[in-house]
């Protein structure tokens, strides 16, 4: 038999590098966040990013390409990190106790440095950029939805333009946020219009 299994210490060894690999990576994600939040996406260079990270541009390189490579990565874990905050729905069969979980949730990420990253990286990215992920995106975003909503029906138009509403509220509150330079200021009024809207939209025959 010529196949040999790995000694202990190799595999030990191979654990080790992986762990060096991951965290080199989230290192890296991390100071893309920080700069682009710090001093915008324009300020952002390959040489800041390396600095903030703690590693040589070399290195980036060898875990992401290149800086397209790296704001693909910030975007996907963007987003990853908005599904895992809405991972955990309530179980209130009241519908506006499930709004309220789902807007005050969202907005811990559309508020975060994270958000205003990925903003931002959006609005430079040049027009005929590909985006693989964003089908898979749209499909977590509709699996989220029903989650929290399931007497709505995610391939209905109606709720498709709900859902469209929702996070054009938010990104607009996180707009005005960065624009004004307050993240410290409460939303709890716009907040509250959007849960009053969703609440009434997603029940319109008030059952």
């Not at 508020?111 to 931002?120: I, L, Q």
């Given at each position: ?21 991951a965290?080199?990576?989230e ?25 903030r ?19 693909m ?50 609005l ?7 985006l ?10 509709r699996?989220?939805?029903s ?6 029906d ?53 059952s």
């Amino acid at each position: 038999m010529s196949s040999r299994i790995p000694a202990a210490g190799a595999i030990s060894e191979r654990r080790t590098h992986a762990e060096r690999t991951a965290e080199t990576r989230e290192r890296v994600v991390a100071a893309v966040v920080e700069t682009i939040a710090d001093v915008g996406f324009t300020r952002a260079t390959a040489a800041e990013i390396a600095r903030r990270a703690g590693v040589t541009w070399g290195a980036v390189q060898h875990h992401f390409g290149d800086k397209d490579g790296i704001l693909m990565a910030v975007l996907e874990e963007s987003f990853d990190r908005f599904a895992a905050v809405l991972s955990d729905p309530p179980e209130a069969a009241v519908r506006e106790d499930r709004v309220a979980h789902f807007v005050d949730r969202s907005w811990v990420h559309f508020s975060s440095p994270h958000y205003r990253s990925t903003f931002e990286i959006l609005l430079n990215l040049p027009a005929e950029t590909e985006l693989p992920w964003q089908r898979e995106m749209l499909s977590e975003w509709r699996r989220i939805w029903s989650r929290y909503f399931p007497e709505s029906d995610p391939a209905n138009q109606q709720t498709v333009e709900l859902m469209l509403y929702a996070v054009s509220v938010l990104t607009g509150l996180a707009t005005t946020q960065m624009l004004e330079g307050n993240p410290t200021r409460r939303r709890d009024r716009e907040l509250g219009l959007l849960k009053d809207t969703l609440a009434r939209e997603l029940n319109p025959a008030g059952s």
